[in-house]
């Protein structure tokens, strides 16, 4: 069983940046998949990044403003977020699965979420 921390969250202005930690127990994250998924108010889970042993993905929306990183000797992953816009305020969640670098769904572990909100 693994369990999936987020922290780093906040509120912040557009424009700026901000960096999401995902500290993992129970089982070492080099094993899976792992990624970030986020919730806006309303609105169905969206995915936003993964990252495993061959590389990484993104979601359409992220234009090349995010960077998914992950750090095996601390268990964790990293979702640096740059050029936040008002439509990235939602909670972010941190994944754990075995499913393909591709797929934008996950069935595996989740954390309990990290809210950011970005003012205009």
């Known amino acids: 069983q693994v369990q999936l921390v987020e922290s780093g969250g906040g509120l912040v202005r557009a424009g700026d940046s901000l960096r999401l930690s995902c500290a993992a127990s129970g089982g070492p994250l080099s094993t899976y998949r792992t990624g970030w998924f986020r919730q806006a108010p309303g609105k169905e889970r969206e995915f936003v990044a993964a990252i495993n042993w061959s590389g990484t993905t993104y979601g359409e929306f992220v234009k090349g403003r995010f960077a998914i990183s992950r750090d095996n000797a601390k268990n964790t992953v990293y979702l640096q977020m740059n050029s936040l816009r008002p439509e990235g305020t939602a909670v972010y969640y941190c994944?754990?699965?075995?499913?393909?670098?591709?797929?934008?769904?996950?069935?595996?572990?989740w954390g309990q979420g990290a809210q950011v909100t970005v003012s205009s």
């Open positions: 994944s754990a699965d075995r499913k393909s670098l591709s797929s934008i769904v996950t069935d595996g572990y």
